[in-house]
């Protein structure tokens, strides 16, 4: 370090994404150059960069070397979800912290601005149109580091079910990649590159509306009920599958020929204040559309592979229906799974998935059966975590077993059957919703539970092993939870000059 400061600073310009300012790259860092723009339009950039950060200024008092911008480094996205969760160490507005090599050692201590810190907004804005060109080369990096990678389960459906499309997709995809490595080899978008890719643009545009069409097709028919999107699902899992993986080429192959145009408008410095407007605006958008596009393929493949995992939980019958084997049901969780990390990783995101249920409240006789758990791990709503479960009764003409969950957000209520052979739950109310609870005991039978929300009346009861012991403590505590939850928004009390104030009664008695 220089007396002054750190000597590796980090102005992160996207969530993810910085610019790392040193006397030299540290040793072992993987670190994503300048590529493909002129020796002028970067130094300006980064000059800009370095005094709006502050860097210029150490520089200045004597941190040797300190605002030369020697190129991208992307957080891992592991780094960008603990940083929700744990807050960095910090000194005067910076974040501190360690850069470490892909091998996992520490290459270099660090300070860095965050982009959603007030400092990087002022960055942003000293920048003024320079920003474009810095989105540009955020574009380029994320290109650069994140080649296409054929995943051979959902190719091969995806070649079997769009035949007809197939030959474009794969030409159009490698049209442009081949684009991409040479523009990088020369260091500039030319017109021998570009020319490839510009007579393409037809194709392109055809390509990833007709696979966004059919993706969005999906997504429509999985917005409704458990059951209908399960149904979906079991009928159409194999074109989902094509469907996805043929918008992740036709989107990127796309996206690349946008960046590779944005490249070579760059590069016509005798007309550079029209092309700053210009690449300004197509950059914007590029990023906006493609953002757009990875967020709806990214939803389909989460809840295809929610739905996926269910399936696999539940009764052979439920199986999907083109399989003959129940190797065949995880096969395809297999292909869903491999689908949706690929997504998180083009979206520098960690791919999650809900963890098992382990709820604090179980209001059974026994234990909780396992199934159920297993189940209600993929039908939870959200990543919800499940505070409690109780073996109820409906209270119906004829009774019967049902499940009440609660979550942190909604309680739920379905029968047993439901959720155990086709992995459904019937009901589910807002705990903003809840107006009443009321909880009554009974004697020599199981205690009765009331739940009185904005539109129903809802009666629970408990079988004999719930009326005493430590049956009875725990279905006292589930109603105090539920009676936590009790609220009677403002916009639904109501007042009555009878209740308002002394009555005619009083007045007539103190006269």
């Known amino acids: 370090m220089a007396p002054d400061g750190p000597m590796v600073s980090l102005v992160e310009i996207e969530p993810g994404l910085a610019v790392l300012f040193a006397d030299q790259p540290p040793v072992g860092l993987d670190l994503i150059p300048f590529e493909m723009m002129s020796p002028h339009a970067s130094q300006g950039l980064t ?85 474009a060109l810095l989105a540009l080369q955020v574009q380029l990096a994320s290109i650069s580091r994140r080649i296409d990678e054929n995943i051979q389960l959902t190719r091969d459906v995806l ?54 069409s059919f993706v969005r097709g999906h997504i429509k028919a999985l917005d409704t009920d458990g059951q209908s999107r399960r149904a979906h699902i079991q009928k159409n899992i194999e074109q989902i599958l094509a469907d996805a993986h043929g918008m992740l080429m036709a989107e990127w192959s796309w996206y690349r020929a946008q960046v590779l145009r944005a490249g070579h408008i760059s590069r016509d410095e005798a007309n550079a204040v029209e092309n700053e407007r210009l690449l300004a605006e197509l950059v914007a958008d590029t990023q906006r559309e493609h953002t757009r596009a990875m967020d709806e393929v990214a939803d389909l493949l989460t809840d295809l592979e929610r739905q996926c995992r269910l399936i696999a939980e539940l009764p052979v019958e439920w199986s999907l229906p083109f399989t003959t084997k129940r190797q065949n049901t995880r096969d395809t969780v297999a292909m869903a799974e491999a689908l949706a990390e690929r997504v998180a990783t083009l979206r520098n995101r960690v791919h999650t998935q809900p963890g098992p249920l382990d709820p604090p409240l179980t209001v059974f006789a026994e234990a909780v059966p396992d199934d159920v758990l297993r189940i209600l791990r993929w039908v939870v709503p959200g990543e919800e975590p499940l505070l409690a479960i109780a073996d109820v009764n409906l209270d119906r003409l004829v009774g019967e077993d049902a499940y009440l969950g609660v979550t942190p957000a909604r309680l739920f209520i379905s029968p047993q059957s439901s959720v155990r052979k086709q992995g459904v739950i019937e009901r589910e109310f807002p705990l903003a919703d809840v107006r009443y609870v009321r909880f009554r005991e009974r004697d020599k039978r199981g205690p009765v539970l009331d739940i009185i929300t904005t539109d129903e009346n809802i009666k629970l009861t408990f079988d004999d092993w719930a009326g005493k012991g430590q049956g009875l403590d725990d279905t006292r505590r589930l109603a105090n939870l539920l009676a936590a939850a009790m609220d009677l928004p403002e916009s639904e009390r109501r007042t009555d000059p009878l209740l308002s104030g002394e009555s005619s009664t009083t007045r007539a008695l103190t006269r």
């Open 159 to 212: 070649q079997a079910l769009h035949e007809d499309q197939w030959t474009t997709l794969l030409g159009l995809h490698e049209t442009t990649m081949r684009a991409v490595r040479e523009a990088q080899a020369a260091g500039a978008v030319n017109d021998h590159i570009y020319a490839a890719i510009a007579t393409r643009e037809p194709d392109l545009r055809k390509q990833r509306l007709l696979f966004r």
């Open 47 to 131: 000059d800009k960069l370095a005094m709006a950060s502050g860097i210029g200024n150490l520089a200045a008092q004597g941190a040797q070397g300190a605002a030369t911008a020697q190129g991208l480094v992307r957080l891992a996205p592991e780094t960008l979800q603990a940083l929700k969760t744990a807050q960095p160490m910090t000194s005067g507005g910076w974040n501190l912290g360690s850069l470490v090599t892909s091998k996992g050692k520490i290459a270099a201590s660090v300070r860095w601005a965050p982009v959603t810190g007030a400092q990087a907004a002022s960055i942003l804005s000293a920048l003024g149109p320079a920003a």
